[in-house]
């Protein structure tokens, strides 16, 4: 008897109308808790006319299987419940119930477009694979894999760069920021980088010289320190901004510009030079 058990087989069809991946996930977590008999999960994906919905619910009934599905389509939807009753196999709709109730509840109809879900998650993981690069490029690191910046942003000392590549690896670029240095050539790594995704940020001096005072302050840096002091900082701004003229980067003055304002104007002028564009650039 207990080797009758340990052979007997469950079918479970985990049935979508975009890649399945939702639904199987939901399945193999509720399967999770069962552990008595031996669970056979078989995946069908794009499943989005009635001929793909029958085939399924042939092989259901050949292996007496239960079918867990995700439709967007009412329609679909129907059908296999309809299908499921008139050929005694079990179905199970994921989706179907919260979209019914939130459509009551938000008092709006659903899309009923296959494969959102996965869209949206899809993205979600594209920024947060850009925000890991930007993270990891910060202020001139991995230096050698910078050639797969989307956005290269240069700028002296409290310029903004690292809260405006945040702010871009949030909307999906992959950012890396490096830092100008008073009578120092930039890093030789450049070169390797598409011109056209740097982008050089400035700053007035004395608005740099109230940051980096107010930066010293939260350090408790020592006022003799010369990052704060005028002159020095004049000189910074000055060498940075005939480099930039040298090796013709576009300038964008980020004084008095919110971190939004001057991401913004780095998107546009990525996009305007390389035609790269991730999502909607407001204009």
């Given at each position: 008897m207990?080797?009758?058990a340990?052979?007997?087989?469950r079918?479970?069809f985990?049935v979508?109308?975009?890649t399945?991946?939702?639904?199987?996930?939901?399945?193999?977590?509720?399967?999770?808790?069962?552990?008595?008999?031996?669970?056979v999960?078989?995946?069908?994906?794009n499943?989005?006319?009635?001929?793909?919905?029958?085939?399924?619910?042939?092989?259901?009934?050949?292996?007496?299987?239960v079918?867990?599905?995700?439709?967007?389509?009412?329609e679909?939807?129907?059908?296999?419940?309809?299908?499921?009753?008139?050929?005694?196999v079990?179905?199970?709709?994921?989706?179907?119930?919260?979209?019914?109730?939130?459509?009551?509840?938000?008092?709006?109809s659903?899309?009923?477009k296959?494969?959102?879900?996965?869209q949206l998650?899809?993205?979600?993981?594209?920024?947060i694979?850009?925000?890991?690069?930007?993270?990891?490029?910060?202020d001139g690191?991995?230096?050698?894999?910078i050639?797969?910046?989307?956005i290269?942003?240069?700028?002296?000392?409290?310029?903004?760069?690292t809260?405006v590549?945040?702010?871009?690896?949030?909307?999906?670029?992959k950012v890396a920021?490096?830092?100008?240095?008073?009578?120092?050539?930039?890093?030789?790594?450049l070169?390797?980088v598409?011109?056209?995704?740097?982008?050089?940020?400035?700053?007035?001096?004395?608005?740099l010289?109230?940051?980096?005072?107010?930066?010293q302050?939260?350090?408790?840096?020592?006022e003799?320190?010369?990052?704060?002091d005028?002159?020095q900082?004049?000189?910074?701004?000055?060498?940075?901004?005939?480099?930039?003229?040298?090796?013709?980067?576009?300038?964008?003055?980020?004084?008095y510009?919110?971190?939004e304002?001057?991401?913004?104007?780095?998107m546009?002028?990525?996009?305007?030079?390389?035609?790269?564009?991730?999502?909607?650039?407001?204009?």
């Amino acid at each position: 008897m207990a080797e009758a058990a340990k052979e007997y087989k469950r079918y479970v069809f985990a049935v979508s109308d975009a890649t399945g991946k939702t639904c199987e996930t939901v399945v193999l977590a509720a399967l999770s808790q069962f552990k008595t008999t031996q669970i056979v999960l078989e995946t069908f994906s794009n499943i989005r006319s009635l001929e793909k919905v029958q085939e399924v619910f042939v092989r259901a009934t050949a292996v007496n299987g239960v079918i867990i599905y995700t439709m967007a389509s009412p329609e679909l939807r129907h059908k296999i419940t309809e299908l499921g009753r008139l050929n005694g196999v079990p179905t199970v709709d994921i989706l179907g119930p919260v979209l019914t109730r939130l459509s009551d509840l938000l008092e709006i109809s659903p899309l009923a477009k296959p494969g959102l879900f996965h869209q949206l998650d899809s993205d979600y993981f594209k920024r947060i694979e850009a925000v890991d690069f930007t993270i990891k490029h910060d202020d001139g690191r991995r230096l050698e894999t910078i050639a797969s910046a989307e956005i290269v942003l240069l700028g002296v000392s409290r310029a903004s760069k690292t809260p405006v590549s945040i702010y871009l690896s949030y909307r999906g670029w992959k950012v890396a920021n490096v830092p100008i240095l008073l009578d120092e050539e930039p890093p030789a790594e450049l070169e390797a980088v598409d011109q056209k995704r740097i982008v050089a940020l400035t700053i007035q001096p004395k608005r740099l010289e109230a940051i980096r005072r107010e930066r010293q302050v939260k350090l408790q840096a020592g006022e003799a320190s010369s990052y704060s002091d005028l002159e020095q900082i004049r000189r910074e701004v000055l060498f940075a901004l005939r480099l930039y003229e040298r090796r013709q980067w576009p300038v964008l003055d980020a004084t008095y510009k919110s971190i939004e304002e001057t991401a913004t104007e780095v998107m546009r002028l990525v996009y305007s030079r390389s035609g790269l564009k991730k999502g909607t650039i407001p204009y």
